[in-house]
């Protein structure tokens, strides 16, 4: 079994997200050790884009301090190398297909393969155009992780055919942030994905508070949580670890 599967086993999974390089890569590679102390089940960590077309303000933001403060696509990956030595929580990258691209998708996925990571979000790129993609994560063994949307209703059948490791459920319209209230009624999601696989359901977008996460999970296997991760890191800089760690603690705590 895959470690992303083995992470949903018998328990609701927290997932949070980071960019990679904000504020730091030398922090990044601290956060992810104190998330996972704090409970987190699965990792997902953004490599830094210039258009990063599915996140809001908060994300963008980060984005362009990663970028700035001089992140590149091959530093996140010595960084990974760093962790892998230190920890084997299931790692997860969140990026676009640009970045891919322009890597080389072969040599992109073989590398996620050499550095330890176990799978990839591409946010933009839909199911009908993810062949490329699909084929050197299969060579590779990496965990490609399809996304439903509420308006997917027809193409959630045949995502959730093809999905691998776990099924993002994308729980409001729009871009990334924290939301007041989330309206989607995210169990129809998931019974119709479980209808045609056995496949963990992870919520994200939107999602902020425990109580979110804990009525969250009563439909889902796990949730995904990154603006208010992000916003910590933004507003504490290199002092933002502890924060994040409390902060993840209060989640883990709430999905169990």
Same mark, same amino acid.
Request: glycine letters at 8%; one cysteine or more.
């Given at each position: ?27 990044? /590679? ?82 996620? $393969? ?24 299969? /060579? ?11 308006? =997917? ?26 939301? =007041? ?13 479980? /209808? ?25 296997? !796990?949730?995904?949580?990154? =603006? ?8 504490? !800089? $290199? ?18």
């Amino acid at each position: 079994m895959s470690r992303i599967r083995e992470a949903f086993q018998g328990k609701k999974a927290f997932i949070p997200f980071i960019t990679c390089g904000d504020p730091d890569l030398e922090t990044t /590679e601290q956060l992810v050790y104190a998330m996972e102390k704090a409970g987190a089940s699965i990792i997902e960590l953004g490599i830094p884009f210039s258009d990063p077309t599915a996140e809001g303000p908060v994300i963008q933001e980060a984005n362009l301090r990663a970028l700035l403060g001089g992140a590149t696509t091959d530093k996140v990956f010595d960084t990974v190398e760093k962790i892998r030595r230190n920890s084997d929580i299931p790692l997860v990258f969140m990026t676009y297909a640009n970045v891919v691209f322009s890597y080389g998708t072969e040599r992109f996925i073989k590398r996620m $393969k050499e550095t330890g990571m176990d799978g990839l979000i591409l946010p933009d790129v839909p199911f009908e155009e993810k062949e490329e993609f699909d084929l050197a994560c299969r /060579e590779y063994g990496i965990e490609l992780i399809s996304l439903i949307a509420p308006t =997917s209703h027809e193409r959630i059948r045949m995502i959730a055919e093809k999905a691998s490791g776990f099924v993002y459920c994308v729980s409001s319209l729009g871009v990334t942030g924290t939301r =007041s209230e989330i309206t989607t009624d995210v169990g129809a999601m998931v019974r119709l994905v479980k /209808e045609i696989k056995d496949i963990p359901c992870a919520v994200g977008f939107g999602i902020s508070t425990p109580e979110q996460a804990r009525q969250m999970c009563a439909n889902a296997d !796990g949730v995904i949580v990154g =603006s208010a991760i992000v916003k910590l890191c933004g507003a504490y !800089g $290199k002092d933002c670890v502890p924060y994040v760690k409390d902060y993840v603690r209060s989640m883990t705590e709430a999905v169990k």
